[in-house]
């Protein structure tokens, strides 16, 4: 990291410190990620499907991922998804965090970082909305079915989810967990809650 990029970091720490929203986190770490729950559903096959897009569901309302997944032109942040702070809409991203978490400025980082794109948005989607989205090539970045499970299995920012640094909660179970239950779903019929 650059000199400049280190003083435009620590500025942007400082904006958002001000703004009262980020404080740092001397407290104990969170908890380790908690398990990833895989139902055990003895019923029929579309039961059974249902309850696996579940599973993935819980993951993708996890804050690691739904605080980006907002649906709107604002970014989320905390554990209860509060605004992002400072008030960001239309910027860069990579102005403040980098490649990965800054423990100088305790300010979290992965590849490429970037709030989704408003379509894929995940916040306040019930279990069928949310299966129909990812389903929806044009809700879902275009992507086929499988190439959803790749982007799950290898992409640098959805990685982000299990490392985010350590003062924050890793989301449930780990990157390969949550594609293999997602690429279980898709050849169970894919079938929607």
Not at 44 to 71: D, E, I, K, Y
Not at 129 to 136: A, F, G, I, P, R
Request: hydrophobic share 40%; with cysteine; glycine share 8%.
């Amino acid at each position: 990291m650059t000199s400049g990029s280190t003083i435009l970091r620590a500025l942007c720490l400082l904006c958002a410190v001000a703004a009262g929203c980020y404080r740092f986190d001397t407290a104990a770490a969170p908890p380790p990620a908690k398990p990833l729950v895989v139902p055990d559903v003895a019923s029929s096959p579309v039961v059974r499907s249902s309850a696996l897009f579940s599973a993935v569901a819980t993951v993708f309302r996890h804050p690691r991922c739904a605080n980006c997944h907002s649906g709107t032109e604002h970014p989320l942040q905390g554990r209860q998804g509060r605004l992002h702070a400072p008030r960001v809409a239309g910027a860069r991203c990579e102005l403040c965090h980098g490649a990965a978490y800054d423990p100088q400025t305790q300010i979290p980082g992965a590849p490429r970082w970037r709030l989704a794109p408003a379509a894929m948005g995940w916040v306040d989607r019930t279990d069928r909305q949310l299966c129909e989205q990812v389903k929806d090539p044009a809700a879902n970045g275009g992507r086929t079915l499988a190439a959803v499970v790749e982007h799950l299995r290898h992409d640098e920012l959805v990685a982000y989810g299990w490392s985010p640094g350590p003062r924050l909660e890793a989301a449930a179970g780990s990157q390969t967990e949550l594609a293999d239950l997602f690429s279980r779903w898709v050849k169970s019929g894919a079938h929607c809650p």
